[in-house]
């Protein structure tokens, strides 16, 4: 069963493919108005299941679209109306969609929800994201690399804040596409240890360095996030602003890093907290690259979870 469960999951020639197709896909579809369907309809036919229970616009739309433009049909649904969140075992819902529908993609808070659908539905379960981890915005950030600088191999990738679920799967795809990753924030919001030692374990330079500045010498891509996640306690807002105002990205910091360096964020932001304005509309940013190719990197992930 090919679900796409994390990066660090997922086999390196895979994930290569997967890229490599969805730029294939993307190009194919130029010029071409966003609700046309693709030539071929690899998933006419499918039915796929879009479960959230955290807030969601790219993600939703992007898997809505993605299935569409591919001949399928979707449904979304949310995690509160459904008996999931009124006490129906994971296991039990997994196996019951599984009955009904070709793909489950879920939003999640707790990763075990995640696995556990994984382990009892019959058909391809896709992470869109976790509290811990959010690989299809890591796959949509790759592409989004490549298309602009080319390979992202031996590049020096620079995450400034919170080391969270989405620099874990940065962490992740340094490991499995050959980059090195430099995590700068304070003490308490570093990365799980246990996801710095994957990607040292595949040979990726993975540096903690606490001064910002130092952090993004020699960078090709400096990436920021929310300074509170969703699954973050709203109480620790002014702490966490506190502990992450020194690693804002703002023009000055930006100006350190290569002059040719990208600057990303998965979206939303918090304009002018984690980066400035100046910054995410200027010269380095690729911020709406990546949200539209988050449609792209999920259709052919889907793909490769269907074998289509
Ligand atoms: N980047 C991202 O996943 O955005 P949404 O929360 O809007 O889906
Ligand atoms: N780190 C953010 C990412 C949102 C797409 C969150 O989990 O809220």
């Not at 989004?144 to 962490?171: M, Q, Y």
């Not at 690259?289 to 792209?296: F, I």
């Amino acid at each position: 069963m090919n679900h796409f469960l994390d990066i660090h999951l997922t086999d390196p020639k895979d994930l290569r493919s997967i890229i490599d197709h969805a730029s294939a896909m993307k190009t194919a579809r130029l010029g071409r108005p966003r609700g046309a369907l693709d030539d071929d309809q690899p998933l006419k036919d499918r039915m796929v299941a879009l479960i959230f229970e955290k807030p969601s616009t790219r993600t939703r739309v992007s898997f809505d679209v993605g299935v569409r433009q591919m001949g399928g049909q979707t449904m979304v649904l949310s995690g509160s109306d459904m008996q999931l969140g009124h006490g129906e075992t994971i296991a039990d819902t997994a196996r019951v969609l599984s009955r009904y529908v070709d793909l489950i993609m879920i939003r999640t808070f707790d990763e075990a929800v995640l696995t556990e659908m994984a382990e009892y539905a019959t058909v391809p379960v896709i992470n869109g994201l976790t509290d811990r981890t959010h690989p299809c915005q890591i796959m949509a950030d790759v592409m989004t690399f490549e298309e602009h600088r080319g390979p992202i191999k031996g590049k020096k990738v620079v995450w400034s804040g919170d080391g969270n679920n989405v620099c874990a799967s940065f962490l992740h795809a340094a490991g499995q596409f050959g980059f090195d990753l430099t995590f700068t924030g304070p003490p308490t919001l570093d990365p799980e240890p246990e996801f710095v030692d994957l990607a040292r374990a595949k040979g990726s330079t993975i540096v903690i360095e606490r001064d910002p500045d130092k952090a993004v010498a020699g960078a090709d891509l400096v990436v920021a996030d929310t300074w509170v996640s969703m699954h973050d306690a709203q109480s620790a807002r002014e702490r966490r602003h506190n502990q992450l105002r020194p690693y804002q990205v703002n023009a000055e910091l930006m100006a350190k890093a290569k002059p040719d360096a990208l600057f990303m964020h998965c979206l939303p932001a918090h304009r002018d907290e984690e980066a400035t304005s100046e910054v995410m509309d200027g010269p380095h940013s690729v911020i709406f690259d990546e949200a539209e190719n988050r449609l792209h990197a999920q259709k052919a992930i889907m793909r490769w979870c269907l074998e289509l």
